[in-house]
């Protein structure tokens, strides 16, 4: 049941669906030039900014939001390398979607995100989930119950970026 909740909780961005369409696509109208002198472009010089923690835990809610609707693993799996919860929920979603299941989920909501912890970085992520539905293969379908949850992320560092370590439900 641990696994199963964790494929509810896992870390939000709804699936979003491109319409399909016979009607050709607007050509875009361009601004008369001005003689107005043009904004800087960024030069190959400039390096970007770095991901804070927090911007760090929002992509991955939601790259693990993605997971859930589309099977794909790839990108979670490389922002959890070591995180034990987050590859038992990864084995899950692929146990699901390699056995020809699915899953109805319409991404979660992140509430708050509070830094309780220095070293290593550790926050408590309080998020609302939608109902989840789990289509198994042989058509069993099990549904698990929306609601507000808080989870424990701890961050740890690989090659200079962000990785999580660990996560916990409260």
């Not at 034990?84 to 991404?107: D, H, I, K, R, T």
């Not at 549904?143 to 961050?155: A, D, F, H, M």
Request: charged fraction near 25%.
């Amino acid at each position: 049941m641990h696994v199963r909740r964790a494929l509810a909780l896992a870390v939000v961005v709804p699936l979003l669906l491109a319409g399909c369409t016979d009607e050709p696509e607007p050509t875009p109208q361009m601004p008369d030039p001005t003689s107005s002198s043009p904004s800087p472009t960024p030069t190959e010089s400039e390096t970007p900014e770095a991901e804070s923690a927090e911007d760090f835990i929002r992509r991955w809610v939601e790259v693990g939001d993605e997971m859930q609707v589309t099977g794909e693993t790839d990108e979670y799996d490389r922002m959890t390398p070591e995180c034990e919860p987050c590859q038992s929920f990864v084995a899950n979603v692929e146990e699901v979607y390699s056995a020809g299941g699915s899953a109805e989920f319409a991404g979660s909501k992140i509430v708050q995100i509070r830094r309780i912890g220095d070293a290593p970085p550790t926050f408590n992520l309080t998020k609302d989930l939608p109902e989840t539905t789990i289509h198994r293969a042989g058509g069993k379908t099990e549904t698990l119950p929306g609601g507000r949850t808080t989870i424990r992320v701890t961050l740890g560092k690989a090659k200079d970026r962000w990785v999580v370590t660990h996560f916990g439900i409260l």
